[in-house]
């Protein structure tokens, strides 16, 4: 029976300062560092093991992965890192305060650009502080200026297809570290949640999700592993 594990990355700095974040490389805190460890010791405590690891190319998630593998004795497995992992990409609303936001745009607006399925925040200016087109780890794909919740989906999913579905369909157990939306993308498709449903389920940082699927990769059950 194919075993699957998400975990969203621990606390991270913007996390912490209420800012928006998308794409731009944020470090865990030590509380997020924290998350990640705990994670490591609640998966190895419980018996879980892996044979693949993937994962964004932005550091919070990358550091979450490692910290937990250490805690596992499990550094030496396999990590694939992928941009199609990264978390939705916030365009103009990158590095802002959400208070702020909320305060110059209205809540109204703001929980639109935040929770629509369908509706991108407005994009990101070129030559804005937090463009990383030029950033080497992103050569030769086109970074997005803006991503609504579907765009994300439209990203992830391929990948997923493509990369990790054979994986796991080939009897290997999966860990993913990831982001809010790119595991809420997954979690839509393997749970079969709505495009309204899905934009109100939050994913807390540092805590295991569990999937058993079948071997068509439909939801058997899907828990966190901290209840279990």
């Known amino acids: 029976m194919p075993q699957l594990v998400l975990i ?15 794409w731009w490389d944020v470090d865990v805190t030590e509380k997020g560092a924290a998350e990640a460890r705990a994670a490591g010791v609640l998966m190895r405590e419980k018996g879980l093991d892996f044979d693949q690891c993937f994962t964004s190319l932005q550091t919070r998630a ?67 502080q937090y463009d990383l087109s030029a950033d080497r780890r992103y050569a030769g794909i086109s970074v997005p200026a803006s991503e609504s919740l579907k765009n994300t989906i439209e990203r992830v999913l ?20 990831a982001h809010g939306n790119s595991l809420r993308a997954l979690v839509k498709h393997l749970s079969g949640i709505s495009d309204n449903d899905i934009t109100g389920l939050e994913i807390p940082t540092g805590q295991p999700i569990v999937y058993d699927l079948d071997d068509d990769l439909n939801e058997r059950e899907r828990y966190y592993l901290s209840e279990r």
């Open 62 to 128: 990358i550091k979450t992965l490692n910290l937990a593998l250490e805690e596992m004795q499990r550094l030496w497995l396999p990590v694939e890192k992928d941009y199609r992992l990264n978390e939705r990409h916030y365009g103009g609303l990158t590095g802002l305060n959400k208070q702020e936001t909320r305060d110059k745009h209205g809540d109204e607006q703001v929980h639109i650009w935040r929770r629509s399925f369908d509706t991108p925040p407005p994009p990101m200016e070129a030559g804005s």
């Open 8 to 22: 969203r990355h621990g606390q991270s700095q913007w996390n912490l300062e209420n800012r928006f974040t998308g």
């Open 158 to 177: 391929p990948y997923w297809e493509a990369r990790i579905a054979p994986e796991l369909k080939a009897g290997k157990r999966i860990l993913i570290s």
